[in-house]
């Protein structure tokens, strides 16, 4: 009897084990991302990721892996003092013209002017999807949780644990959602005084350079993408570990709901179902259905 307790338990925590290795990650900037550009103005080590920005060039990672369903997170600790011209973004991913993509990119600003937190999304290659907002917070003193919640029924931006903002599955009607390619996590920091701050009006004052974003304790939480097996399988309820498919996590909580309200009525700055002149009257599909 002790023998067949002690096999059960070794199988419980292999069993475990395994789940753990398969949606887990809590990153080591060295070990797990690649350098795509600017390995001159990248510095990791110990967990902590320095970017940096000046005239001849920026800098950005990319995670190793890619993943379908979950959440991945990070501290960020944006650009301080004058910004203006400079984008740090925090997003994932995949390649190619149909691509999906799920965007955090936080535009610099002026000394004492607030940043704006961009969000995006794009499903089969199709974006222009844009919330942004103030952040009721400075970014720059201090780091901030960001997060990504993504599911089959819907991807949910976090800050501090906040939601600001839901896009929900549709894809029954027509409406192209993100879950069927795994995506890589990216970070970067650019320039892009052309439109950046006040629509591109105020420019990037390079005698500030360098300038430098922090990012630490990145983890993600996340189905590993294996290729068009992984569609299935990362959806599968039935999985355990597929703990993003339960059905808790399919709808945000009323406490959360009425958090996000807060910050969406108090901080929100732009909505693109609402600006009804840049797209002629006729209104992405997904404005007319329920958002939350």
Known sequence: MVGLRVQTLIFLLVTALAILDRTFVEANFDKNFIVTWGKHHIGTSNGNLRLVLD????????????????????????????????????????????HDEIDFEFLGNSTGEPYTIHTNIFAKGKGD?????????????????????????????????TPIRVF?????????????QGMKV????????DWATQGGRVKTNWTLAPFVAEGR?????????????????????????????????????????????KIRSGFMIYDYCKDTKRFNGVMPPECSKRQF
């Open 55 to 98: 005239k001849s060039a920026g800098s950005a990672i990319r995670s190793k892996v890619a993943h379908l369903f979950g959440t991945v997170e990070m501290l960020i600790k944006l650009v301080p003092g004058n910004s203006a011209g400079t984008v740090a973004a925090y997003y994932m991913s995949s390649t190619g013209t149909a």
């Open 129 to 161: 999807r844009e919330q942004q907002f103030r952040p009721w917070f400075n970014p720059t003193n201090g780091f901030h949780n960001y997060t990504i919640h993504w599911n089959p029924t819907e991807v949910v931006w976090f800050v501090d644990g």
């Open 168 to 180: 929900r599955n549709y894809e029954k009607e027509g409406i192209a959602y993100p879950n069927k």
């Open 186 to 193: 990216f970070a970067s920091l650019w320039s892009a005084d």
């Open 217 to 261: 304790r990145y983890k993600a939480r996340a189905c590993l993408w294996q290729g068009p097996v992984s569609i299935k399988q990362c959806a599968d309820p039935t999985i355990k570990s597929n703990w993003w498919t339960s059905p808790s996590f399919s709808q945000l909580t009323r406490t959360q709901l009425d958090r996000m309200q």
